[in-house]
Every structure is written in structure tokens, then in C-alpha cells.
């Protein structure tokens, strides 16, 4: 049976590497995404390359967005077989810079995003007892923001832990909830943050190469996968070896 994913912030970056390599699988896959232009973008481009996909233009950290994307892929397919929570933003800012309405804004996106989709995706995959969400973590939620404000990491340490809760709740209905937590991903989001120089990442990088999407796209098919089946409430590093623990 063809399997019903949904992706947020599949726009780009590693998002839109999980989208492209679940429909490569076979998987019709909706990809949502704040930005209209880069969901429609991403989901024409799987097509054209013989694979099944939708988009939705959907802001995760507001409740009745998320509602109606959830009740427009279980309408139109009867179910959801995937969740994977990715979008995220992420800001640069020592802690005493940090203002009150960019905290508000990186905890709504990276960690209220992941409950509000998770909450809302779950009625649907309760019934019928099956269901996979894999949430997306960071090494930064490990050992605190080197590169990246407090809140961003403080949000990524709250998705992780949110993950187990969600696990132990769900395990009962044959959910499996895991998430990932990557190192340094080329992407546009490190990008902004680097300037593209990732030279000074390279020494503390065991592998010595930054992350490529790719590299966590493989590991969220995995744990999509029936051979992830007995893995539930797990946070798999993929970081080339930065963090081990
Ligand atoms: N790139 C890395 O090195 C790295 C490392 C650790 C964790 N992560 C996490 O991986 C995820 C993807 O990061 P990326 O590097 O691909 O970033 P990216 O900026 O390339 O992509 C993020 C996507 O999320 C979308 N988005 C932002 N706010 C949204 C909202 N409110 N609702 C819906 N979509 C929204 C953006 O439009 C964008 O398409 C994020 O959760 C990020 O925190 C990335």
C-alpha cells in the first residue's frame, strides 16, 4: 500500500531531501512549508520526476493551519502513515541580545510547530494503530548553542525530550516516534549562519566533512522504515562523529 507522508518545511534543504527520497520509495508525500513558492517548487520537481506529491502552504507554529493541512492529506488519502517534523528556524545571538519576541518566535516554530503537528497527526494515525513521526533535533540541543542563539538550542533540547514523551504515549497504538539530532548539514539555514565556510567545523568533525542532506535523508527513510520497527523514543546523531554519547 502506497504510503501517505507529510513533511513540513519540505521547501528545501533537508526537508526537502526527506520528501524527495520518501517518494523515490513510492511514498505520496504532501510537503508543507511557510514558503508557498518552495513547497510548490519542491513537490513539481518529485513529479516531474515520476514520483507522487502535494503541497500545502502551512505556518507549524499556528494551530489552524496545521488543522486544515492535516484534514485536507487524511481526506484526500484516508490516512497518514508519516510525520516527519522539520521545519525549523534558526538564530545567531549571544544570550543577552536574545529579544523576547525572537524567543517567542524560534520555540513557536522548531518546538510548538513539532506538538501542534504531532497532536494533530496522531487522531489520525490512532484508529488505525500504525504510524511513524520522526522529529528533527540537533547536536546543538545536546551541548548547547556553540554557533546558534540559546533559544534555538533550548528549542532542540525540548524537541528531543518531546519526542520521548510523545513516544511513550503513542507506543500503545503501535506509533514509533523518533527523532534526529544533525551536526553541521549543508544547507541554506547553515549557510546564513557560516557564510559557507565550514573550514573551522572541519577539525572537531571526526569524518572530516560537514553533513550533506542526503546523510539525514537516509536515516529518515530508516526510521520510516517496518525495519525500524522496534525503535521508539530514540535521538540518532547524525554528525560525522562531532558528539558522541
Ligand atoms: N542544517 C543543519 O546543519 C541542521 C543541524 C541540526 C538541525 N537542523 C534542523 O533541520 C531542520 C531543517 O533545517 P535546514 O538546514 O534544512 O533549514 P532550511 O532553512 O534550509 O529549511 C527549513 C525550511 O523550513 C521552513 N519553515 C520555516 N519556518 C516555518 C514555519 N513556521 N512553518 C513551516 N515551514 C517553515 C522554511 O521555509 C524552509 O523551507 C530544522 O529543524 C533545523 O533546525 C539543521
Same mark, same amino acid.
Given at each position: 500500500m502506497t504510503q501517505i507522508a507529510a513533511v513540513t518545511g519540505a521547501g528545501s534543504g533537508i526537508g526537502r531531501a526527506i520528501a524527495e527520497a520518501l517518494a523515490a520509495e513510492g511514498a505520496h508525500v504532501s510537503l508543507w512549508d511557510v514558503q508557498e513558492t518552495a513547497a510548490r517548487d519542491a513537490a513539481e520537481a518529485i513529479r516531474r520526476n515520476?514520483? +507522487? !506529491?502535494?503541497? !500545502?502552504?502551512?505556518?507549524?507554529? !499556528? +494551530?489552524?493551519?496545521?488543522? !486544515?493541512?492535516?484534514?485536507?492529506?487524511?481526506g484526500a488519502h484516508g490516512r497518514i502513515d508519516i510525520l516527519v517534523n522539520n521545519a525549523g528556524i534558526c538564530r545567531v545571538a549571544p544570550i543577552a541580545a536574545i529579544s523576547e519576541s525572537d524567543w517567542d518566535l524560534v520555540l513557536a516554530v522548531n518546538l510548538k510547530g513539532t506538538f501542534l503537528c504531532s497532536q494533530a497527526v496522531m487522531e489520525v494515525m490512532k484508529p488505525r494503530r500504525r504510524g511513524k513521526i520522526i522529529n528533527m533535533g540537533s547536536v546543538s540541543g545536546k551541548v548547547g548553542g556553540i554557533a546558534v542563539g540559546a533559544h534555538y538550542s533550548a528549542s532542540k533540547a525540548a524537541v528531543m525530550c518531546l519526542t520521548k514523551s510523545l513516544a511513550r504515549e503513542l507506543a500503545p497504538f503501535n506509533i514509533n516516534?523518533?527523532?534526529i539530532a544533525p551536526g553541521v548539514i549543508a544547507t541554506d539555514m547553515t549557510q546564513a549562519i557560516t557564510g559557507g565556510d565550514f573550514d573551522r567545523y572541519l577539525a572537531t568533525i571526526p569524518l572530516g566533512r560537514v553533513g550533506s542532506v542526503r546523510d539525514v535523508a537516509e536515516v529518515a527513510l530508516f526510521l520510516c522504515s517496518e525495519r525500524a520497527g522496534y525503535l521508539t523514543g530514540e535521538i540518532i546523531d547524525v554528525n560525522g562523529g562531532q558528539f558522541m554519547d
Open positions: 515520476g514520483g +507522487a !506529491a502535494s503541497h !500545502a502552504t502551512v505556518d507549524v507554529s !499556528a +494551530a489552524g493551519p496545521v488543522r !486544515a493541512a492535516v484534514d485536507q492529506v487524511a516516534v523518533n527523532a
